[in-house]
């Protein structure tokens, strides 16, 4: 018994049909790509099951009015996009929230294990009674929280008048304005207004503030970056991606890469800004620009910034590397790019794609160890976990030293010791005047 009923729902159509359970479990899996209509989940299903043609993995499914209640052979299951419901009477398989997928080549199961994990808001039951209990209630939910294009307000005009209207209320000295943004209090200064805006709840935002909507899916989003970098790891080529029309990709959480880049955004809009200031208060007549013409010359800084090669991320485009994280697309290098010392024979050699002892593809990524050190530009959620964090840092940091201390003390009564790279640094350049990074 391998073969289930499958409805597939979503705003418009309801599909029925019968196909084998691994089928169904791949399905399943391709929720993470968020789909909200059966073409998107037939388009995801093919990071799980390679397409052998055109035909699509449903194009025999009956269309219905409602859906097919009846059991077949090893059992029922509903995945109803518009709700967010899954709905499983299977005695084939239970899939969950997480799971992994035994990649489909289109021709056979392989050895390849894909794992995936859907969004906290999909609902799974254990029966198609409980399913008609509760998709109704799941759709009126889904239709009164519309998805809303946040970006249009953390990259647009509000974002950029926020900045203009609370940089003009900078008031320092004559002889520290003029020193530039390298001023201590400048800098502090500007560094507050990036956290209010980040901290403060918005109308244009349903009442959330930017920083809850810039770390709302963040784990979500890395986890499939990072599985999709495993994936094309163990085939050697990446797994498709979402389109440009996808909802998914049209109203895109944000990972990584994008909290870090919005950080390094803001502050180099607060810099040319602060500059812009200064330079017109302190020219002809001491003027001070008016906002809409420090909101348009912001407009052109970001559009620049955002769009040129920039040296903090290895010469690569900060719009690109966005764009990649919207469509889900691990940042891939190549051998050679990995390799540090090119005058070593050895690294040549693991950075040649066609040696034997060659470097398969690696990944780049965005961590923010440049941002500030403080709750309000960590990925914390809240502030008890960022002070968890930092107590566990600092507990780590005293044992460090503890053991460090008592190894120094036992070397100079002449005891032995065992090699150790943290407390042996000469052949690693490792300082000793502080613990390793955790």
């Known amino acids: ?134 998709h109704d209630r799941r759709r009126k939910e889904r239709i009164g929280s519309a998805p809303l294009d946040v970006r249009a307000v953390l990259y647009g005009a509000p974002l950029l008048e926020f900045l203009v209207n609370e940089s003009a209320k900078i008031e320092v000295p004559e002889d520290e304005a003029t020193a530039g943004i390298d001023n201590d209090n400048i800098s502090s200064a500007l560094a507050g207004i990036h956290e209010q805006w980040l901290f403060t709840p918005r109308e244009d935002l349903r009442g959330q503030s930017p920083r809850e909507l810039l770390l709302a899916k963040q784990d979500f989003i ?84 955002l769009e040129q090669p920039q040296s903090d991320y290895d010469g690569r485009i900060p719009a690109v590397l966005i764009e990649n994280e919207r469509k889900r697309l691990p940042i891939a290098l190549r051998p050679r790019d990995m390799i540090i010392d090119e005058d070593c024979p050895m690294c040549q050699m693991f950075g040649d794609e066609t040696s034997p002892l060659g470097m398969g593809v690696g990944f780049w990524f965005l961590d923010g160890c440049n941002m500030d050190d403080d709750f309000v530009f960590s990925s914390y959620k809240t502030i008890e976990e960022w002070e968890a964090e930092n107590h566990r840092r600092d507990e780590f940091n005293k044992e460090f030293m503890r053991e460090r201390e008592e190894r120094q003390q036992r070397i100079a009564r002449g005891e032995l010791v065992e090699p150790n790279p943290y407390f042996d640094p000469e052949p690693f350049d490792m300082e000793l005047d502080e613990a390793p990074p955790v």
């Open 222 to 305: 890395d986890f499939d970056l990072h599985t999709r970098s495993l994936q094309w790891s163990l085939q050697g080529e990446g797994p498709p991606c979402l389109g440009p029309d996808a909802f998914a990709y049209r109203f895109a959480g944000f990972g990584t890469h994008e909290w870090v880049i919005y950080y390094d955004l803001i502050r180099h809009l607060l810099s040319a800004l602060w500059s812009s200031l200064i330079f017109q208060r302190s020219g002809p007549g001491d003027s001070t620009p008016s906002a809409k013409n420090l909101i348009l010359q912001l407009e052109e800084i970001k559009t620049n910034w």
């Open 1 to 134: 018994m391998s073969e289930l009923k499958l409805n597939l729902i979503d705003a418009q159509t309801i599909l029925c049909g019968e196909i084998h359970g691994s089928v169904v479990d791949a399905a399943v899996a391709a929720l993470s790509a968020e789909p909200e209509t059966i073409p998107e989940l037939a388009a995801a299903l093919a990071r799980y099951i390679k397409p052998v043609d055109d035909t699509g993995p449903f194009q025999w499914f009956r269309s219905a009015t409602e859906i097919d209640a009846e059991r077949y052979d090893a059992g029922i299951v509903i995945i109803d996009l518009a709700g967010r419901i899954v709905a499983v009477e299977s005695s084939y398989s239970q899939p969950q929230h997480e799971g992994v997928i035994d990649y489909h080549d289109g021709t056979q199961a392989t050895d390849v294990e894909v794992m995936y994990r859907l969004p906290d808001d999909w609902l799974f039951v254990n029966s198609v009674e409980a399913y008609l209990w509760s």
